[in-house]
């Protein structure tokens, strides 16, 4: 009887904490953002991008010069958040962060060719999230 009854129970302490987490991730800003029923993905205008990502869009339409070395490598989409397209298609670029000391986690993601790139896209979260950029 005890078996019968604890199985359920600890069933639905698997959800609640798996809720409880999602609810904190949205709160705290990190949920990720999947595409809405109809495939789209979220988006974000280009004037509400940082100051800093308008600066990196801006560079990537130029050609650059970029400030990292990483700059202007493929982005391999291994969270699988972004369209599949094959290997070599996206294009990574750092967000300056400010008083990071490293690269800190924003980036913008082009796919397509290097200077007029298909789309664009921000994330914020180091690839956990990405809003597609509107120009």
Do not use: W
Request: charged share 20%; net charge positive.
């Amino acid at each position: 009887m005890l078996k019968a009854v604890a199985a359920p129970l600890r069933k639905a302490g698997v959800l609640c904490v798996v809720g409880i987490a999602l609810v904190l991730g949205q709160v705290a800003g990190y949920a990720r953002e999947f595409p809405s029923p109809d495939g789209s993905m979220a988006s974000i205008a280009m004037a509400e991008l940082p100051l800093q990502g308008r600066s990196t869009y801006a560079l990537i339409q130029n050609g650059g010069p970029f400030p990292h070395d990483k700059d202007g490598t493929v982005f391999g989409n291994r969270e699988r958040i972004l369209p599949a397209r094959q290997r070599g298609y996206y294009r990574e670029y750092t967000v300056k962060t400010p008083s990071a000391r490293n690269r800190g986690a924003r980036r913008i993601v082009c796919g397509g060719k290097p200077r007029v790139p298909d789309a664009c896209y921000y994330t914020s979260d180091h690839y956990a999230s990405f809003r597609k950029i509107i120009e």
